[in-house]
């Protein structure tokens, strides 16, 4: 499976943009790029996922890089809530949901007031 | 709904006890997964669910049995507890097959073993 790499920590100001990387540079072709968050002392969450072009929703934006060799989960206003593990895992496409999600120890973000 | 409920909330076991975690699910998903997170890592698989009746090892099943009793429960069982299963442990249940990608996670069962 393919690995991804991101940074153990950052640290981000409350209501200022907050931009997440991640790399994957083994990524193949089929590979989704899933992005969950934890809350402490709860069960992860989905974010958001993408293939190859960049996605939105309600919670963040996902920015793919053209090569998809690195990718960049977007919060556009941080909030004291989103302070969390921010996981970045790769997931095979099978048939039309990932296969199994491998987490690594993903970004421990914190938001100053 | 309650999306995906796990009993009990916390455990405390003697080493060589045996438990069973369970794991409920109300969303109609097909597929289900039980995590194990020690402190300061990420999440790694023991066993999944692809569909009721099937059941596969995952990253880290040694020490653990699973049960699909239902489409809605799938349920965790430690024959014979040792410390190194101390642990918190998440399930969680996503729709295969479907373009439904997210997987819903439980709230966690934080297990020692002494």
């Known amino acids: 499976d393919a690995k991804t790499t991101q940074p153990n920590s950052m640290e981000s100001n409350e209501e200022e943009p907050v931009h997440l990387p991640c790399n994957h540079s083994t990524i193949s072709g089929t590979d989704y790029i899933h992005w969950y968050r934890q809350l402490p002392s709860q069960g992860p969450e989905y974010v958001i996922h993408?293939?190859?072009s960049n996605v939105n929703n309600r919670m963040a934006s996902l920015a793919i890089a053209e090569d998809r060799k690195s990718s960049t989960l977007i919060l556009h206003r941080a909030t004291l809530r989103d302070a969390a593990v921010y996981y970045c895992i790769l997931g095979r496409d099978y048939g039309g949901s990932q296969g199994n999600l491998i987490f690594g120890k993903g970004t421990k973000l914190s938001v100053k007031p | 709904n309650a999306g995906v409920t796990q009993t009990p909330k916390f455990q405390v076991l003697k080493t060589g006890q045996s438990m069973t975690l369970q794991c409920a699910q109300d969303?109609?998903?097909?597929?289900m997964y039980w995590y194990r997170q020690d402190p300061g890592m990420g999440l790694r698989l023991i066993y999944y669910s692809a569909s009721e009746g099937t059941t596969d090892k995952g990253e880290v099943p040694n020490g653990y049995n699973v049960s699909r009793l239902n489409k809605r429960e799938f349920s965790l069982r430690l024959e014979s507890a040792a410390p190194s299963q101390t642990s918190v442990y998440f399930c969680?249940?996503?729709?295969?097959?479907?373009?439904?990608?997210?997987?819903?996670f439980g709230p966690g069962t934080r297990l020692t073993v002494t």
């Open positions: 969680a249940s996503t729709s295969y097959g479907t373009g439904v990608y997210e997987q819903y």
């Open positions: 993408g293939l190859t």
């Open positions: 969303m109609n998903h097909n597929s």
